[in-house]
């Protein structure tokens, strides 16, 4: 009986033994095995099992490669956006600097031309301040009677009449405007010779009065300044006629447009006493 127990205990021994030998074995051969496309099975059980994880691997990889090519992308996208933003902004700036100057020099050009024919001396001067509608139309020069200003001089733009100086101080005076309602100016329509005085109203159209209803007055016709009134020189622009009806008594009603928008004034002229030398007025 202890022999039989021997004899089964050397055998499971023995099973043990050639187990890790048969199994090496067996491992021997499938790496000498090929398949039917000429490849090593041990070649192709390894790829098969390193497959997803090389797979899931470059994933991340990739993964991880685009996002930080997206980021730098990104941020040297914003980065070069701001630079054109910023140099956009700096040509706008430029731009509008040079539109105004360009404007500047063309107003500036036509009230030297304006000067020119004019047979008193003139000073220029900027527009300095300006009252609320409800002081009547008023504005501010930089200019007073330090530089030969005096009450009741023109004031002219390029482009025509403004108003007359009111108040006068060192280096500053007051204009009341061609639309205030204590303005009124000796005026012509340009076409027929027929002469008549302009009101302001206040408001932005003019009133042309004393014009007979038998006149003939078309809407477009020119008013200049007639010279009568003694404060502004003869043949002056000033507006023209944009409603022109019979009145209910004598003298028609007739609207005027000033030839200048008197909201947007800067740059303006204003005549002294002095006259010019007969050199200069022979000369023009």
Known sequence: MSRELTSNANKERAVLVLMPLLVLHLALLSIQIESSSGTLLIKTWTLAVQAPILSFSSSITGGVQHVWQNYLWTIGARAQNEQLQKAVH???????????????????????????????????????????????????????????????????????????????????????????????IGAILERTRTPGVLRGSGDPLLEMAFVNNTETVEVGDIVVSSGLDGIYPKGLPIGKVVDSSKGKGVFRSIKVEPRIDLIRLEEVSVLLDERKPIEGVAGQ
């Not at 030297?112 to 300095?128: C, D, P, Q, T, W």
């Open 90 to 184: 700096e040509l706008m700036l430029i731009n509008n600097s040079y539109a105004q100057s360009q404007k500047e020099n063309e107003r500036l050009h036509r009230l030297l031309s304006m000067n020119e024919r004019m047979e008193f001396k003139s000073i220029g001067a900027r527009v300095v301040g300006r009252t609320p509608a409800f002081l009547s139309n008023m504005v501010y020069l930089d200019r007073g009677s330090e530089e030969g200003v005096r009450a009741d001089a023109a004031v002219l733009s390029g482009d025509g009449i403004i108003g007359r100086i009111v108040l006068v101080t060192k280096h500053e005076s007051q204009v009341q405007l061609i639309t205030n309602p204590d303005a009124s």
